[in-house]
């Protein structure tokens, strides 16, 4: 979990000290036989009762598997034969710390709990070996609950106390199985190619690609497949249609053409008033020279007023 997650912001953090570490000549082998020895010694001490003292030394080598990828980054080092020595050592330390708990159980006759860390061991072996034949095959197995990283935070809250250290043994077999069950699921998914699809149906889902009835109800599901905006070529809804195609008709332009025509438009107050005096004259003479048969009126307009 914590390697999934945090590992870009881990990295960021640890490489400055890297750098620093391969200034002064230490190595990324060096590191990781280090870690190995310190694996060691904190079994004796959890073996000997002295589970304070286990958990400097735990601390220490964490430390060190920590520290050994970001020297060799550094160094520019990293290879398959580092990645390979890291791992088997990593096997090595898990089987050792294991082993310094189950003679510890054996010092307090414990009965038959002293298998339990035996069992620890047995699923952890599991789930590196999980990830390693995946990788072996192409496919991905990273992950998970419990990886290296939290199996040595949960077994150093174990060794507060002697109190502590049976319920997380168990703590630990449960998850490491669930662990080694999420893999196995994973891996057998993707071997299969359904995880392809699923991670594709998730992905849908985030984007908010699954109409709701909501969007289906506006937008309507009968529109044409032709049915597209005149501007951008995009498909629309049976109500936006609707809508373009009432604007573009004849009664849409019309409707426009009226509300213009409706605006008020700014104009001189005199020149508004005297054209608005000839214009009523020029009505009426057109009205009186209708109704009795003549001439119709000039069209010259009228003396301005003394205004204009």
Known sequence: MFDGRWREAVDRSTGPVGTALHRRGITADVLTATGLVSATATAFAVATGHLHIAIVLLILTGLHDLLDGPVAKAAGTASVRGAFFDSVTDRVADAVLMGGVAWYLIDKHEGHLVLLPLAVLGVTALVSYERAKAESLGLSAKGGLMERAERMILLGVGFFSSAFLVPVLWAMLALISVTAIARFV?????????????????????EGKVESRW??????????????????????????ARRQESLSSRSGRTLRARRRAARPHAQPSGSATSRGSGGIGGLRGRASGAS????PPSRSRPARGPHS
Not at 186 to 204: F, H, L, M, P, Y
Not at 228 to 235: E, K, S
Not at 292 to 295: C, I, K, P, Q, S
């Open 292 to 295: 009795t048969g003549g001439a």
């Open 215 to 240: 969007r289906t109800w506006r937008e309507g599901v009968s529109v044409p497949r032709g049915s597209a905006d005149q501007r951008t070529g995009v498909p629309v809804g049976r109500w936006r």
């Open 186 to 206: 994973k891996v057998w998914n993707a071997a299969s190619g359904r995880d392809v699809e699923v991670r594709r149906r998730v992905v849908a889902w985030r």
